[in-house]
């Protein structure tokens, strides 16, 4: 064929093709009905035989998949999401999914297709088609008139369970145990501090006037045990009552014991008014002992100073039993009792947790954190 005759005929072709589209649009016509219309306009063009031309008709399958949307009976550009009819009364023609166009490359035949075709798959139910929880044993539409979605025969693995990774379950430290029959019991855990106890701390101060000779040889943060001498000291008033109290006991052993008491009241331990008694002799430089064992806090004293009546020398801490003061949340208060049993840790502690028991509940909560 000549180069005029070959773009004649492409002309001729395109030309075709255009009026059976327009065509086929306006009156709602098939696909294997505008291949034969094509086919019947080319003969008529060209002078041949409609029935020699070849046959491009291919066996069309019936629909199958649920139904997509809705479309316009007579193939006008509008589509619907429910069964809507038109203007003139007419129901629109409902698309299933093997009829929707795809102008991407073709999916690849799935399971699911394979045996609908087969016919081995059961409907077990019907599921909305929002994605609600909400089925039927037959079918049937929402309140919008969306068709329920049938629900195949091994398709119900969606019963809503949350599938976590093994490495997440690690990262997260997730642990499992073999469900018992037990006491339920509700574990709380809060951050605290330890902290001294209040009803365990010693001051250490004089009741007179008195010049301190000699310290002992602690510091803050020494350990010290129960009557261990801290200082000594001469007081003048001390003194005085030593030696009215030792005239006491000499003359008359009922009048020393108004003079021990005076003695006692200034803080001059026991057993040295019992040495000066027994032995008959009084003494200028007077001890002062520990009160508790513990832990220095606190040394104001310095020898040769003069320290007067009240003034603080020591403070002494016993850390046999300390305070760990917790910030639990408001929401454990109904849970939480006094004499209740603790565990508690520490980072520095590798022996593991230490018993112990709540003493005292706060009666205050925290308005920023709402911890007490």
């Not at 049993?341 to 909560?365: A, H, K, M």
Request: hydrophobic share 45%; with cysteine; proline share 7%.
């Amino acid at each position: 064929m000549r180069a005029f005759g070959k773009l004649t005929a492409a002309v001729l072709v395109a030309g075709t093709a255009g009026w059976v589209g327009l065509t086929a649009g306006e009156k709602g016509i098939t696909v294997a009905s505008l291949m034969g219309m094509a086919r019947m306009q080319l003969a008529v063009l060209m002078g041949n035989d409609a029935a020699a031309m070849p046959g491009v008709d291919a066996p069309q399958a019936e629909p199958i998949g649920p139904v997509i949307y809705w479309r316009h009976p007579d193939g006008l550009p509008e589509w619907s999401s429910s069964l809507r009819q038109t203007a003139d009364g007419r129901v629109f023609l409902p698309v299933l999914a093997s009829e929707d166009l795809s102008l991407g490359p073709a999916p690849e035949p799935s399971t699911e297709m394979a045996m609908v075709e087969t016919g081995e798959r059961t409907i077990l139910y019907y599921r909305n088609p929002m994605g609600l929880p909400d089925t039927s044993p037959v079918p049937k539409q929402d309140s919008m008139g969306m068709d329920y979605i049938a629900v195949y025969d091994g398709e119900d693995n969606d019963d809503g369970s949350v599938t976590v990774s093994p490495g997440k379950l690690q990262r997260s430290g997730v642990r499992t145990a073999e469900a018992v029959l037990a006491p339920l019991a509700a574990t709380w855990r809060a951050p605290g501090i330890v902290e001294l106890d209040e009803r365990r701390i010693s001051v250490i101060s004089l009741r007179a006037d008195a010049f301190i000779e000699t310290v002992a040889n602690v510091t803050t943060g020494s350990m010290i045990r129960e009557g261990a001498p801290l200082v000594t000291l001469y007081s003048p008033e001390i003194a005085a009552a030593l030696a009215q109290f030792l005239t006491d006991v000499r003359s008359d052993g009922r009048l020393g014991e108004g003079a021990r008491q005076r003695l006692e009241n200034l803080g001059v331990p026991g057993e040295v008014i019992d040495r000066i008694a027994t032995e008959g002799q009084t003494t200028v430089s007077i001890p002062i002992m520990a009160p508790r064992s513990g832990v220095v806090l606190e040394r104001m004293a310095v020898e040769g100073m003069m320290s007067e009546a009240g003034e603080t020398l020591f403070r002494i801490a016993d850390t046999s039993t300390v305070w760990v003061i917790a910030e639990v949340p408001e929401a454990a208060l109904m849970e939480i009792v006094v004499g209740a049993e603790v565990r508690v840790s520490f980072r520095g502690l590798t022996d593991g947790p230490i018993p112990g028991r709540i003493d005292t509940i706060y009666p205050e909560v925290d308005m920023m954190t709402r911890t007490c």
